[in-house]
């Protein structure tokens, strides 16, 4: 069963992907930060990382470098999330993001992008 990681501060979003993703057979760890992200990322070594890119402690931008600098982890695909907009996640794909999901984030879309991710 493959795991991810997913990264989100705000509760709702992150218990709708966390089931989302679940229905689809995944096994989902949840962190409210960035921080607690990286920290997750390297004790559960998850097949891909979801995460929000505006949140508290470290965003999604630094937590996406600290996986990249991350021997452990470094290969991770990362999928980023935003609601403020393609340039927000441009920024975030040119620091080694693989993929983004606009926000709202469509259920459907979400799930297609995880697939083609995960192989």
């Known amino acids: 069963m493959k795991k991810i ?5 705000d509760e709702v979003e992150r218990e ?4 989302a993703l679940e ?3 995944y ?3 949840t962190a409210e930060d960035g921080e607690r992200g990286f920290e997750l990322a390297l004790a559960e070594r998850p097949d891909l990382i979801v995460t ?3 949140m508290p402690l470290a965003d999604g931008v630094q937590l996406v470098r600290r996986v990249r600098s991350a021997p452990e982890v470094a290969e ?4 980023v999330t935003t609601g403020f907009g393609t340039g927000n996640a441009t920024y975030t794909l040119a620091q080694g993001a693989d993929a983004f999901e606009p ?5 459907d879309a979400l799930r297609e992008s ?3 991710l995960l192989g």
């Open 52 to 54: 929000d890119v505006a």
């Open 114 to 116: 995880v697939r083609r």
């Open 76 to 79: 991770t695909p990362i999928l």
């Open 27 to 29: 096994r989902v760890v």
């Open 5 to 9: 990681l997913v990264v989100e501060d």
């Open 16 to 19: 709708l992907v966390r089931m």
């Open 23 to 25: 229905r689809e057979g």
């Open 103 to 107: 926000k709202p984030l469509d259920p």
